[in-house]
């Protein structure tokens, strides 16, 4: 579980320290305070070794960049300087490793990139013309260092890591989820769905779905038309799930990326779209619960008072008030501050009326 973070010169943030995360944290403040930044932060941090990581945090935001832009890149960094080191730091099960980029402008490819010839001499004359982006990655007495090389040929990574054969050891997934994510996605949530079967699970979902419509009483595929789609069975009906509305399928796909990856890092972005307010408390216990059976750590973001009341209520009914706490995101003219609330402070904070988004 994720305990701690700390970014330097990462987007809007030219520093920021989140301290005391919990299994499920929920963030708010106001609009550009960067939420969806912190989310796209771990996201990379855990990622950061795939060689379309970059393009990976750009999508999220809806924005596609050819390979052979600097721009893959250069919006992460604070202002776009990628001339000042970008460091994001976690504390992880209390070990603390950090991840940094940095602009190069001396590296030279080396000749035995897998690659063709021609596919080479555009990615040495790209590292020329342009620069690289150096990273160092440490954790404990084991550390990566590498280069990535936006080309024509496509994005180039390069690395050495402190294991033998260049070994690179393994990091829990993190799985960033927002609206347009969840509507571009209906083939994953089948995968999933037949993962989850397969693994004896489908019960447990069902179960957790029934928290919000209690008539759901199974789930299952049926191929038609060259198609596999997913139904599920409401009383003595049989529906196609895209039929059964739009907040029922949002909580299905949030469910089952946290049943269907456990021991594994749910990302969140603006978690109370799609649904109305009424169900905020049942959709934080079901989240909750599935969380704590399938050992998941929730970060999510949100604009909606409504759904911090709601998690205030449904953490209540998991009984899960010792692994929750709300962070707030102010934007301050000396920089960005984050500020704590446990779940009984956050509840205090509600009753009183105070302001806490």
């Known amino acids: 579980m994720i305990e701690m973070l700390k970014f330097e010169n990462f987007r809007g943030f030219k520093k920021i320290e989140l301290s005391e995360l919990k299994p499920i944290t929920l963030i708010s403040g106001k609009n550009n ?41 250069e919006s992460i960094f604070y202002h776009m300087d990628t001339g000042k080191q970008l460091q994001i730091s976690i504390k992880k099960e209390n070990i603390f490793s950090s991840l940094t980029y940095l602009r190069d402008d001396t590296f030279i490819p080396p000749n035995d990139i897998n690659t063709s010839p021609e596919m080479m001499n555009q990615i040495i004359f790209s590292a020329k013309s342009a620069y690289t982006l150096k990273f160092q990655y ?29 070994q690179i050891d393994p990091m829990p997934s993190a799985y960033f989820i927002n609206s347009a994510i969840i509507n571009s996605n209906n083939s994953l949530i089948a995968e999933w769905f037949g993962r989850v079967e397969l693994e004896g699970k489908k019960q447990q979902v069902v179960n957790i779905l029934q928290l919000i419509e209690p008539e759901i009483c199974d789930l299952s595929t049926i191929a038609a038309n060259n198609q596999v789609q997913l139904y599920v069975k409401i ?30 890092i749910i990302l969140i972005d603006e978690i109370e779209t799609g649904f109305h307010y009424s169900m905020f408390p049942k959709l934080w216990e079901s989240i909750s619960k599935a969380a704590l059976e399938n050992n998941c750590q929730i970060i999510a973001t949100t604009h909606s008072y409504e759904c911090i009341v709601g998690a205030i209520d449904g953490i209540e009914k998991a009984d899960r008030k010792s692994d929750f706490c709300y962070l707030r995101i102010d934007k301050l003219e000396s920089g960005n501050l984050a500020i704590l609330y446990s779940a009984d402070l956050l509840k205090a904070a509600v009753m009183t009326n105070m302001e806490v988004r």
């Open 33 to 73: 305070t960067g939420k969806s930044s912190i989310l796209e932060g771990i996201f990379l941090f855990l990622d950061h070794i795939s060689p379309d990581c970059f393009s990976k945090i750009n999508y999220f935001r809806g924005t596609t960049i050819p390979n052979n832009s600097l721009l893959l890149w």
């Open 138 to 166: 440490q954790r404990g007495i084991y550390s990566e260092d590498g280069h990535f090389i936006a080309s024509p040929a496509g994005m180039v990574r390069n690395i050495t890591t402190s294991l033998v054969h260049n």
């Open 235 to 264: 009383g003595q009906q049989l529906l196609p799930l895209r039929l059964a509305g739009d907040g029922l399928n949002r909580l299905l796909y949030l469910i089952l990326s946290i049943v269907a990856n456990p021991d594994n």
